[in-house]
């Protein structure tokens, strides 16, 4: 017999009023081939409490509510605390995971720098134009065809397993962050020379669909904005940009609906930074 203990692990899952969605994430946890040992959900100041009575219920999950909306980066910090498994498993509430997810994601922790490893996020439905914008542009999908693992410059969350002392030892996700907490830590990780893995073999599935202001705020949010303040030189090359290759991309397709989004993109992404500015 195998005497080797399986690994303990803990899964999060922050959620903002996104309870359908939710069922549907926690479902694909319970079907991993390697079990997740503890189920976290932080309820972000959402508008009703979990309505989800199979959720509630399940011994195997825990609900912590909050009653204001915190921001991304508090209740992350917060689910590292509250859990105890090796590895911490970040699942978004919009999201869902194939059942090896963990399995393949493991082994890349054999090497000894690896503080995480994150999933490639592959639409199931492509109905609509904003879906299928979402797929192109977002989540760049055709590119991953022909990708394998390797280290990355960013850090994701939507589906990411963690190695949790690495995270201890660069002290946690900041809890101040609303936005960007991802970001910050990865920069913080890569600093302390830990590495990140993005695998696109490892899928998660988006399983709701986004408006166009939606997928825009997205957008400006992974690959647009910078710390820098708003600049008509930022803006001319997102416009820019937004011709070639976005349109172009859009209309070698014969997807009109897609190209009018991509038009629309680098204006929406110079409003978000005034406005991310204008906030700090």
């Known amino acids: ?76 910090n917060l689910a590292f605390k509250e859990t105890s498994g090796e590895y911490v498993l970040n699942l978004d509430a919009t999201n869902s995971l194939e059942e090896r997810f963990i399995e393949k994601a493991l082994p890349h922790f054999l090497d000894s720098q690896i503080a995480a490893v994150s999933g490639a996020l592959i639409s199931k439905k492509k109905d609509s134009a904003v879906d299928r914008w979402r797929a192109r542009h977002l989540f760049h999908e055709s590119s991953l065809k022909e990708a394998w693992a390797e280290p990355c410059s960013m850090l994701i969350t939507y589906g990411t397993l963690f190695a949790r002392k690495f995270i201890d030892k660069v002290g946690g996700f900041n809890p101040k962050l609303r936005f960007k907490e991802d970001q910050e830590m990865g920069e913080r990780l890569a600093s302390a020379g830990f590495l990140i893995i993005g695998d696109p073999k490892l899928e998660v599935y988006p399983t709701i669909s986004n408006s166009v202001a939606e997928v825009l705020e997205r957008y400006s949010r992974w690959y647009m904005d910078t710390d820098e303040k708003p600049s008509l030189k930022g803006y001319w090359h997102n416009f820019k940009a937004s011709f070639r290759p976005m349109m172009a991309l859009d209309l070698s397709e014969g997807d009109w609906g897609s190209a009018f989004i991509s038009m629309l993109a680098p204006h929406f992404q110079l409003y978000h930074s005034i406005k991310a500015n204008r906030s700090k």
């Open 1 to 76: 017999m195998n005497s080797i203990q399986p690994p303990t692990i803990s899964a999060i899952i922050p959620c903002f009023n996104h309870w359908e969605s939710l069922r549907t994430a926690v479902e694909s946890l319970k079907k991993q081939s390697i079990p997740v040992t503890e189920t976290l959900i932080i309820d972000d100041g959402s508008f009703e409490p979990c309505p989800l009575k199979e959720l509630i219920e399940d011994s195997r999950i825990r609900i912590i509510r909050l009653n204001q909306n915190r921001g991304r980066g508090y209740c992350r």
